[in-house]
């Protein structure tokens, strides 16, 4: 179930290839043999060590063959610039006990057949006679000798003709796998010739870079050759490797040579902004790079498609994620440049679009397969950040309609926000019509707004990025303040009051506890309210002068509501000094000690006890008091007294 998932999300982007063995059957064999010899593949284990100077340690966990009959149709295409497949390797499969046919008609449809492949370069071929009777071995006897005329008619090596003896002596099983295991030889040795072949051709090409005629498509086509050649015997992070090097290639290029390749920036055509960027059936991508039809757009979609598939295939959903936010961010600041020639939010429409088809084809595929934790958590938080930055679009797109203001952040409450108006014609041209639906009203808005943002948060969870978290959370809680539901927002804004506090992350706090004040008073929550005030005014540095004044009266007034005792500590609201320390030398022995008090409200505040201690390393304690005390605004200096020295014991 697992690879059928897999599978069916990589062959959703492109077609999945295999190697091509083709069979060639003059005699009717294949029908009797195909499956007994089909049945022993998928290969397992090959160790790739690679030929000449290649210097290659692979082990292909599993390869899987396509088996096609032989067809004259792949010799007339060049299979460096067509997406026709050349075979790996070319069977001709002999089933004859008769001499004399043999003489009269096989010999020249094997010789046609050799013709053929000869004619192409780096072509791997083997005849295999097959031996089929149980009855006399006189039979085999002239199976023999065909197998021997075959062999001094063509000049065959061993290497080429193979006899296969079924109902002798030897194991039918041992006998196939010799067959399975001289195709696999045949196999490698076709690979390791054709990436020799590629390598050549394409340091040729490189090497003539700065030269006048040098086309960008063509080498970028001979070296995906390379790549997809990779691809097909399923060594991905090669194949992977290739597609990075075309990558850093084109941003040289671009440099050196500018963009003369690409008939324009592209982005025009129908769904460019909405469409699954990673569906390579979408559009012929590769026969546009081969006619230098493509545009930078979709050269760009196609190039990064590729790495994305790759990225699939080797199981790596956590990469997948953390390259696409680099390429979006990139690449989103490409269209902020194109903007002109692009219809209206072309740009937030295809970064929503992207961030969440790769998400939702990452986290299916993270959900089948095996990954350690600290895989997992990377995976969890580049997913949670593609999300943010699709919410962040919607920011975007809720400001240019009216939806939302030009900054959450605004710590004042609409009573009015029921009659504003909305201009989402101004959406007409994004072809996303599931966006255009979620952008229909303020409440479809909102729903997706907080959902989006909702998953996101439940990234961040599972990879403790608290901070992400909080920073989201405070997105909700805004909104909902921003939509007058007074209630959830400060079910929301309240402990996040308190973890940026804990954080002294005191500017965030205070912009959040304004809200919140404003929440409180709204639903007459007194006593949350006054703590509100009172920490607002601690955090005096944060806000301006009249916003200070502001909740001194709204402290004062609600005090004065209040009919029940009620203590707070608010001594962080006013600043102090330490003058002096003077012992008396009269009858009762007191110490005095001279205190300034700044008192920052705008009125005078009277105090009905203020008390001070002192502690000494020798273990005593001194208590200063004074029963009662006026502050006016400003400095106060306030005398209190120690009547005795306290001793104490540390335990």
């Given at each position: 179930m697992q690879a059928e998932i897999k599978t069916r999300l990589t062959q959703s982007?492109?077609?999945?290839?295999?190697?091509?063995?083709?069979?060639?059957?003059?005699?009717?064999?294949?029908?009797?043999?195909?499956?007994?010899?089909?049945?022993?593949?998928?290969?397992?284990?090959?160790?790739?060590?690679?030929?000449?100077?290649?210097?290659?340690?692979?082990?292909?966990?599993?390869?899987?063959?396509?088996?096609?009959?032989?067809?004259?149709?792949?010799?007339?295409?060049?299979?460096?610039?067509?997406?026709?497949?050349?075979?790996?390797?070319?069977?001709?499969?002999?089933?004859?006990?008769?001499?004399?046919?043999?003489?009269?008609?096989?010999?020249?449809?094997?010789?046609?057949?050799?013709?053929?492949?000869?004619?192409?370069?780096?072509?791997?071929?083997?005849?295999?006679?097959?031996?089929?009777?149980?009855?006399?071995?006189?039979?085999?006897?002239?199976?023999?000798?065909?197998?021997?005329?075959?062999?001094?008619?063509?000049?065959?090596?061993?290497?080429?003709?193979?006899?296969?003896?079924?109902?002798?002596e030897v194991k039918e099983s041992d006998m196939w796998n010799s067959v399975v295991n001289k195709i696999k030889e045949k196999l490698l040795a076709n690979f390791f010739q054709q990436v020799l072949v590629l390598q050549e051709d394409i340091k040729r090409l490189d090497s003539q870079?700065?030269?006048?005629?040098?086309?960008?498509?063509?080498?970028?086509?001979?070296?995906?050759?390379?790549?997809?050649?990779?691809?097909?015997?399923?060594?991905?992070?090669?194949?992977?490797?290739?597609?990075?090097?075309?990558?850093?290639?084109?941003?040289?290029?671009?440099?050196?040579?500018?963009?003369?390749?690409?008939?324009?920036?592209?982005?025009?055509?129908?769904?460019?902004?909405s469409q699954d960027f990673l569906n390579l059936k979408r559009k012929p991508f590769r026969e546009m790079i081969i006619q230098n039809t493509t545009s930078i757009f979709d050269f760009r979609m196609y190039l990064f498609a590729r790495q994305c598939q790759l990225l699939f295939r080797l199981d790596r959903p956590a990469e997948l994620c953390q390259r696409a936010k680099l390429f979006i961010s990139s690449f989103s600041m490409t269209l902020t440049d194109y903007k002109?020639?692009?219809?209206?939010?072309?740009?937030?429409?295809?970064?929503?679009?992207?961030?969440?088809?790769?998400?939702?084809?990452?986290?299916?595929?993270?959900?089948?397969?095996?990954?350690?934790?600290q895989t997992l958590m990377e995976f969890e938080g580049a997913s949670g950040e593609l999300l943010h930055l699709a919410r962040s679009q919607l920011d975007i797109l809720g400001r240019a309609c009216n939806y939302l203001p030009d900054t959450l952040d605004k710590p004042t409450y609409d009573t009015n926000s029921s009659e504003k108006t909305y201009n989402i014609e101004i959406f007409d041209k994004i072809t996303n019509q599931h966006l255009k639906n979620l952008l229909g009203s303020v409440e479809s808005f909102d729903e997706i707004y907080n959902l989006i943002t909702s998953r996101a948060i439940r990234c961040f969870e599972s990879c403790k990025r608290q901070r992400s978290i909080w920073l989201l959370k405070s997105d909700i809680s805004k909104l909902h303040f921003y939509r007058g539901h007074l209630k959830e927002a400060s079910e929301g804004l309240l402990p996040l009051c308190k973890l940026y506090a804990q954080e002294s992350w005191h500017s965030i706090e205070t912009n959040l506890l304004q809200m919140l004040a404003i929440c409180q008073k709204e639903l007459d929550q007194t006593i949350p309210y006054l703590e509100t005030c009172i920490t607002l005014l601690s955090n005096r540095s944060y806000i301006d002068e009249n916003t200070f004044d502001k909740y001194t009266d709204e402290m004062i007034t609600t005090v004065d509501k209040i009919d029940e005792e009620y203590e707070k500590e608010i001594s962080s609201i006013f600043k102090y000094e330490l003058k002096s320390l003077v012992?008396?030398?009269?009858?009762?022995?007191?110490?005095?000690?001279?205190?300034?008090?700044?008192?920052?409200?705008?009125?005078?505040?009277?105090?009905?006890?203020?008390?001070?201690?002192?502690?000494?390393?020798?273990?005593?304690?001194?208590?200063?008091?004074?029963?009662?005390?006026?502050?006016?605004?400003?400095r106060n200096a306030i005398q209190l007294k120690c009547e005795v020295i306290i001793l104490y014991s540390c335990l």
């Open positions: 982007m492109g077609e999945s290839k295999k190697p091509i063995i083709t069979y060639k059957d003059d005699t009717n064999i294949w029908q009797h043999i195909s499956k007994e010899l089909t049945s022993r593949f998928p290969l397992k284990d090959i160790e790739c060590r690679g030929i000449g100077n290649q210097k290659m340690n692979r082990v292909i966990n599993s390869l899987d063959i396509e088996w096609r009959p032989f067809t004259e149709e792949w010799q007339n295409k060049n299979v460096y610039t067509q997406l026709q497949q050349a075979p790996f390797l070319n069977l001709y499969f002999l089933n004859c006990s008769d001499l004399e046919q043999y003489k009269t008609s096989l010999k020249e449809k094997i010789k046609y057949w050799l013709n053929i492949i000869e004619a192409k370069k780096n072509q791997e071929w083997m005849i295999i006679c097959i031996s089929g009777e149980s009855n006399t071995k006189s039979i085999l006897g002239i199976r023999t000798s065909i197998y021997d005329k075959i062999k001094s008619d063509f000049n065959l090596s061993k290497d080429r003709l193979l006899l296969v003896k079924l109902y002798s870079r700065l030269l006048p005629g040098w086309n960008y498509c063509s080498f970028f086509i001979l070296k995906e050759q390379l790549a997809m050649l990779y691809d097909t015997v399923n060594l991905y992070q090669d194949a992977l490797v290739q597609y990075d090097e075309l990558e850093a290639s084109f941003y040289q290029t671009l440099v050196e040579q500018g963009a003369a390749w690409f008939k324009s920036f592209g982005g025009t055509e129908e769904g460019d902004d002109d020639s692009l219809f209206p939010f072309f740009r937030e429409s295809w970064i929503y679009t992207t961030c969440m088809n790769i998400v939702s084809r990452c986290e299916e595929l993270a959900s089948i397969s095996w990954h350690n934790n012992h008396q030398l009269r009858n009762d022995s007191g110490i005095l000690f001279l205190v300034n008090i700044v008192n920052p409200f705008k009125r005078a505040i009277k105090i009905k006890n203020l008390k001070l201690e002192l502690n000494s390393k020798e273990n005593k304690k001194l208590i200063f008091d004074c029963d009662e005390a006026d502050l006016e605004t400003g």
